[in-house]
């Protein structure tokens, strides 16, 4: 079943969930990212936030486990018909996880202009020479996604903001 569109308050609806999510990884002491993957029909396959301190696992992005958990939940690799919504702009792991899973969709917020694979310091998900492409869709509540790792990286807490 091919993707759905997803309207604009669809993209900020399920980026609310990825911030929520987000605002989760603050008691492990993971940087707050957030990650909803989306089925065909826009309902929720899974969720994620950042893990790595907690489960000291350096791939525990909130990417890579959402990943992990849609395909768990599919019985498949192979997520064709999904939507990834993520609070910060995927990296080049995360970016390689997108790719080999066959997403064809990712909504971010913040961009990374240290680290983003999605447009900002490289653009992995639309490299032509590649054999897969992914429709990219960035800055969705930017604002909010960038004031809460603001937040963290200065020490506030979550309710700070």
């Not at 609806?13 to 987000?22: F, G, N, P, Q, S």
């Amino acid at each position: 079943m091919p993707h759905l569109p997803l309207s604009a308050d669809d993209r900020a609806a399920a980026m609310r969930a990825a911030l929520a999510e987000a605002e989760l990884a603050h008691s492990s002491g993971d940087v707050p990212v957030g990650a909803v993957l989306l089925d065909a029909d826009g309902s929720v396959l899974a969720l994620a936030r950042n893990e790595r301190e907690k489960l000291h696992d350096p791939t525990a992005h909130a990417e890579v486990l959402a990943i992990r958990r849609g395909a768990e939940a599919r019985g498949d690799w192979r997520l064709t018909d999904t939507t990834l919504v993520v609070t910060l702009e995927p990296c080049v792991l995360c970016a390689g996880a997108i790719l080999a899973a066959r997403i064809p969709r990712v909504v971010f917020g913040a961009w990374d202009e240290k680290a983003g694979a999605a447009g900002s310091v490289h653009d992995l998900l639309r490299d032509r020479r590649l054999n897969h492409r992914v429709e990219v869709i960035g800055g969705v509540l930017e604002a909010e996604s960038g004031a809460l790792l603001t937040a963290f990286f200065r020490g506030a807490e979550p309710t700070e903001l």
